[in-house]
């Protein structure tokens, strides 16, 4: 079990287009370790801008997000994403010249481990997945819902200590994501993993522990959260 990190992210400010179009507004939360929430609110609201600026594939305008008390400012953004984030998205990105098993891979490249290691490791990954059958394919074989447990999988390849997940059931069915949102739920469970999935679907986000929303750029808990 890999464990959970607490985030605290207060009073941030995102704008994009020099300012005109302001997508975050003194938005503060607070996640404790191993906790699951979700986060909903309508569409621009700027809930994939927070989940990017708290994976620190952006930066905020004003605000600070800390994760285990570091201030993710003074943290290197490529070493934290390698080390301490696992990213889902609505749309897997796999790589579609690699199978399955080397798309896996990607993230432990360049951590130091071996390529046996690395293999041994994704085949481990797969096999928790359901895929045990498919590490050879390339996603344009594979089902949506196969690719989105392959990106799942990618996720976990450098156990993770904070899962985002940005409408990792948006593009599939509404069995598949069932089945895809389940398996978050139980990775989560045995690793102990703090996760922030956000969604716009209100039967997803009744999955979480703690169900927060989005509105006019505050954070708040969801009614009935």
């Known amino acids: 079990m890999s464990g959970g990190v607490d985030v605290a992210v207060d009073g941030v400010g995102k704008a994009f287009e020099s300012g005109r ?17 979700s986060l909903t609110g309508p569409s621009g609201s700027g809930k994939s801008t927070l989940l990017n ?22 943290l290197d953004a490529a070493e934290y994403r390698a080390a301490t984030v696992g990213f889902v998205f609505q749309f897997h990105n796999l790589i579609p010249t ?29 096999h928790e997945v359901g895929l045990e059958r498919r590490e050879r394919s390339f996603p344009a074989t594979l089902s949506g ?7 799942l999988a990618r996720a976990l390849a450098n156990e993770p200590r904070l ?9 599939l069915d509404s069995e598949t994501g069932a089945q895809v949102l ?11 993993m703090t996760v922030l ?21 505050h954070v708040q808990e969801a009614e009935g959260g």
């Open 53 to 74: 600026l708290i994976g620190a594939l952006d930066r905020p305008d004003t605000g600070t997000i800390s994760v285990d008390g570091a201030a993710l400012e003074t």
């Open 145 to 151: 819902g196969e690719r989105q447990r392959v990106a």
């Open 98 to 126: 690699l199978t399955a098993l080397e798309n896996v891979q990607v993230p432990m490249l360049g951590r130091g481990a071996g390529r046996a290691v690395r293999e041994e490791r994704a085949r481990s990954l797969l």
């Open 182 to 192: 389940a398996l978050i739920e139980r990775v989560r469970a045995e690793r102990g």
């Open 197 to 217: 999935l956000v969604t716009n679907e209100a039967v997803v986000a009744r999955s979480a522990e703690r169900a927060l929303s989005l509105l006019d750029g």
């Open 21 to 37: 179009i302001r997508a975050l507004v003194d938005a503060s939360l607070q996640l404790g370790p191993g906790e699951f929430a």
């Open 163 to 171: 899962l985002l997940a940005d409408e990792p059931t948006g593009s």
